[in-house]
Structure formats: structure tokens, C-alpha cells
């Protein structure tokens, strides 16, 4: 295997950037993956490691999903021909009865589609979907008393089966 190939591997295997406050600020009921439509100079910023999708969130639009707010940094050498808007509105490829079902379950529900995730699968970057809904203040404190339940659980059992 030629170095340009052995690159060309590590690039496209791992995570690109995740949303870790989605899971505290939302309860997640189901997962997708979805496509980007990108432009080149994203792609390559994406594989500088300059994307974020903490604001993010996606919106329907014409019976399409679109991410808003996901934000790719340009690289100055790779976008000097280009106007790049690092914040612009970005299609979600879906299949069509995924994006009806989605759209359905939002404008019926009161669900929020979440991106929790970006990541390479293959040479394409895909975004990882969760159909939301918000957590009011009082299941925040109750999913952090569950979660400080389990760790302090775990410890015990270490702690049990070391001595036994």
C-alpha cells in the first residue's frame, strides 16, 4: 500500500465532531444518518478538523431538511477563490420516506432533529440525526442524580468483588 493510500485511509475512519450538550439539553427517541451536500472547500476544512455543530439543529423547508447553524471554519489557502459563509444552511440527503416520516413526527409532535454527531464513513461526511425532545429543568437534575447513581453503583461493585 502506496503512503498516498495509507493517508487517504487515516482521514476517512473516525468522528469529525459531536454535540455532547445536545444529550444534556434533549432525550433522544431515535437516530438517523444523513448525508451533507458540501462544497469543496468545506470538505477540506472538515478534514483541517475546523467543524462544529453545537449550535446546529435541523429545520424542513420545501418538503427538504436542512441543517442550520453548523459552523465550518474556512482554511485561508483552500477558499481564496471563493466567498465562504462558514455558517450557511446545508442539505441533509435522506431517503424520501425518512424525511416524510421526520417531517411528520416534527410539525405533529413538537419533536427537534438534533445533529449529535459528523463523521466519515468512507470518503463521505455523514451526520448523525436524533428526533428530540427538550428536557424541562427538573429532568436535567434528575437524569445527573441517575447518572451520579450509577458511577457511585459501579464503584461499589469494584469495590465488592475486589475484596471478595
Request: no cysteine; hydrophobic share 40%.
Amino acid at each position: 500500500m502506496s503512503k498516498k493510500q495509507n493517508k487517504d485511509k487515516a482521514n476517512s475512519v473516525g468522528t469529525i465532531a459531536l454535540n455532547k450538550r445536545a444529550r444534556h439539553e434533549y432525550s433522544f427517541e431515535d437516530k438517523f444518518e444523513a448525508g451533507l451536500a458540501l462544497q469543496g472547500w468545506e470538505l477540506k476544512a472538515i478534514r483541517a478538523g475546523r467543524a462544529n455543530i453545537v449550535d446546529a439543529y435541523a429545520v424542513v423547508l420545501h418538503s427538504e431538511l436542512f441543517l442550520v447553524g453548523a459552523q465550518i471554519t474556512p482554511l485561508i489557502q483552500a477558499s481564496t477563490h471563493v466567498v465562504a459563509n462558514d455558517r450557511r444552511t446545508r442539505k441533509l440527503l435522506l431517503h424520501r420516506r425518512e424525511i416524510d416520516m421526520l417531517i411528520g413526527r416534527v410539525q405533529r409532535d413538537g419533536y427537534t432533529l438534533i445533529p449529535t454527531a459528523l463523521y466519515w464513513k468512507g470518503n463521505k461526511v455523514k451526520a448523525e440525526l436524533a428526533l428530540a425532545r427538550g428536557k424541562q429543568t427538573h429532568d436535567k437534575r434528575e437524569a445527573s442524580k441517575e447518572r451520579d447513581w450509577n458511577r457511585e453503583k459501579q464503584r461499589l461493585l469494584r469495590r465488592h468483588n475486589r475484596d471478595a
